[in-house]
């Protein structure tokens, strides 16, 4: 008598929810991935008792690279394939400002990469840290480029050079000159390197692609991220000018952010899963409270379907203190979080 094999139920795919993840300290510390981020992966892919694929998207501030490029990495480091079409970082929103603004200053990340970025984006004339200094080395007195930096950078003509908007893409490799290049853009004449202003009022916006003070790398403590560099800059502003600098910040908790993320959802969920509805529930799983929990809480006040907070211990958010927003639902990680949606939802 041979053995009855188990029934396996036929695999669906869920209509009614999705789940976006948040990256750094969700999914990966320091580049690597969090073991239980990838059983998560295999479970939301068909590996739970239900049979049940849930389609999913991600939504990290961080940057300084494509989109296609940082999709490869993830494809790599969590084993799963993972597409544009389901991922938006930091300064992925940005791009709709490539109408807007015609000449640029385009700050952080490795080298010159960031430059290839918002060039993807449709910005036509972009300007980097890289080429200030290399126009004028004076401009940072400490700072010398390396070998890479000065080929892949070119000598601007100050005088006929007019930065129209200053967008900082990802975190700063070397904060006293990129704070040093951003304050002259700032201090200048309508964006004019080589005038500076009387006032202080009248030169180029400075957007950040997010806002985190501090993020979640392998090291054992948080670290300073972009958000600290802004605070840094508002403080130097203040103390060179007298004035307030009135800066912007794109990524969470933004909700323009979380807008753009339910339309990427949207899509995504037509294209990849033939399902045109949108899902009752989207769960979202972060780390940080100010920017991951306080985002979903604000965005769900005013969504037309529920969005749910869930924060994990993985990252930022340190276990027995009171995140200052408080999720729908705390989780030791991102595997219990997807187990506790999909059972919530069966
Ligand atoms: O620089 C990235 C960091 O501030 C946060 O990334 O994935 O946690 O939103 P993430
Ligand atoms: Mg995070």
Known sequence: QTDTPLSTPPMTTSNDFALAFDIDGVLLRGGNPIPE???????????????????????T?????????????????LGIEVSPGQFICGHTPMREMAERYNTVLVVGGEGEKCRIVAEA???????????????RPDTAPFRKLTEDEYNNSRTLDLGKTQIEAIFVFADSRDWASDQQIILDCVMSKNGCLDQRSETFDDGPPVFFSHNDVVWS????????????????????????TGKDLKSIAFGKPQI?????????????RSESHGINEPPAT?????DTPESDVRGTNEYNEIAENEWYSVLVKTGVYQDGTEPRFPPKKICENVYEGVKFAVEREH
């Open 217 to 240: 790398t392998s090291h054992d403590y948080s670290r300073i991220g972009m958000g600290a560099l802004r605070a840094s800059l508002e403080a130097l502003y203040k103390a060179v």
């Open 282 to 286: 989207v769960y979202f799983f972060g």
């Open 61 to 77: 501030n961080g940057g300084g690279k494509t989109e296609q490029e940082r999709c490869e990495d993830l494809t790599r480091q």
């Open 121 to 135: 984006y449709g910005f036509k004339d972009v300007i980097t840290p890289g080429d200030i200094i290399k126009t």
């Open 37 to 59: 981020a990838v059983d998560a992966m295999k479970y939301i892919n068909g590996e739970n008792p239900f049979g049940m694929r849930v389609p999913y998207i991600f939504l």
């Open 256 to 268: 323009g952010t979380f807008q753009f993320a339910t339309r990427l959802l949207q899509e995504w």
